[in-house]
């Protein structure tokens, strides 16, 4: 589910409280979050052209399942909100996380594109 994304991103910053208050449901804490959790959903659909979505797979709430990316894993998607997070609140860690975000795309799996041989006339 997005919440645990949503939880396992704010673990990831040292921010228990925030991530406790989540699991308990606080509509306050998961509606900014949730925003965030689009932004990346929606990075990884158009920009590293991530499966073939016709629209992102954007969540309308914490209790929606998380969006499904080829060779991209639930700690990905956590990265990308805690970069978002620590960038919107002008955290000096938005650097770090914005990194490990970018990195981990870079080294997820990507679909295997066959190209038909040619042949020779």
């Known amino acids: 589910m997005v919440k645990d994304v949503l939880i396992t991103a704010m673990r990831m910053l040292g921010l228990t409280e925030y991530a406790d208050a989540l699991y308990a449901g606080n509509a306050e804490c998961e509606s900014e979050l949730i925003g965030m959790y689009n932004l990346v959903v929606c990075e990884i659909a158009e920009e590293y052209r991530r ?59 990507r679909r295997r594109i066959r190209v038909p041989q040619r042949r020779m006339m």
Do not use: N, Q
Not at 78 to 98: F, M, N, R, S
């Open 51 to 109: 499966d073939d979505y016709e629209s992102p797979p954007v969540a309308s709430g914490a209790d929606d399942p998380e969006a499904e990316f080829f060779g991209i894993s639930r700690r990905v998607l956590a990265y990308g909100v805690a970069a978002e997070y620590c960038i919107t609140h002008g955290l000096d860690e938005a650097v770090t996380w914005d990194g490990r975000y970018k990195a981990a795309l870079s080294l997820a799996r």
